[in-house]
């Protein structure tokens, strides 16, 4: 039976890169400010892309800007085709932290490249997913990202929703080179799970006496 324990997990190297993230989109009331489509989001998901592709992941943005790393399955079973996906989102609540969401997306790179490091290919794909826009922090629109992935994207959408400056997220993905004519692209069929490490934002484990 594998040891987990004997993985290649470098605590170091997240940590950086955990800080390195953090370091974008710095709001200047202090802690961070992300949205979707904004100049941080793009450095961000740059960063992200590079790390996943170190990770020897293949790398593609989907139709409206969720981030994938796919490490190809071995399996040839039809029961191994679908994939198992870790992941999280990097965009934040107005001021919010460098752990909120992105401790999940360093969570996911690192165990995958620990795997495929330490272990090889595995029979089923492993994707790692950066969701976007999952806070709906400079769109009203909750989970579009992930709405996309599923296929519950209204087609008035991107027309409808703006930011608070009017900019339509139809016109801010337009810019971003992505095309809403093509959102239900993003759909997928094919994932068996999907799995996210998330800490605990407020003080209730604490206040309720759990172990951190």
């Excluded at 955990?18 to 400010?33: A, K, T």
């Excluded at 008035?156 to 971003?176: C, N």
Aim: aromatic share 6%.
């Amino acid at each position: 039976m594998l040891d987990l324990r004997s993985l290649p997990i470098d605590p170091d190297r997240v940590q950086a890169r955990i800080d390195q993230l953090g370091e974008i989109g710095v709001h200047p009331n202090g802690g961070l400010f992300r949205t979707l489509y904004d100049d941080g989001w793009v450095e961000a998901m740059a960063l992200l892309r590079r790390w996943m592709e170190e990770a020897g992941l293949s790398v593609r943005f989907d139709a409206v800007g969720n981030l994938w790393g796919r490490a190809e399955g071995t399996g040839r079973n039809p029961d191994y085709a679908n994939a198992v996906v870790p992941g999280s989102h990097v965009d934040t609540v107005r001021q919010g932290g460098k752990y909120d969401g992105a401790l999940g997306v360093h969570m996911a790179i690192a165990a995958v490249q620990a795997l495929l490091e330490g272990v090889g290919r595995p029979k089923r794909p492993l994707e790692v997913l950066v969701t976007c826009e999952e806070e709906g922090s400079r769109f009203a629109c909750s989970f579009w990202g992930a709405r996309a992935i599923v296929g519950r994207v209204g087609a008035d959408e991107p027309d409808r929703i703006a930011d608070p400056d009017g900019i339509t997220i139809g016109a801010a993905m337009r810019e971003r080179g992505f095309d809403p004519a093509r959102i239900g692209e993003a759909e997928r069929r094919d994932l068996a799970a999907f799995v996210e490490a998330h800490i605990e934002q407020g003080a209730i484990l604490e206040r309720e006496g759990y172990p951190l």
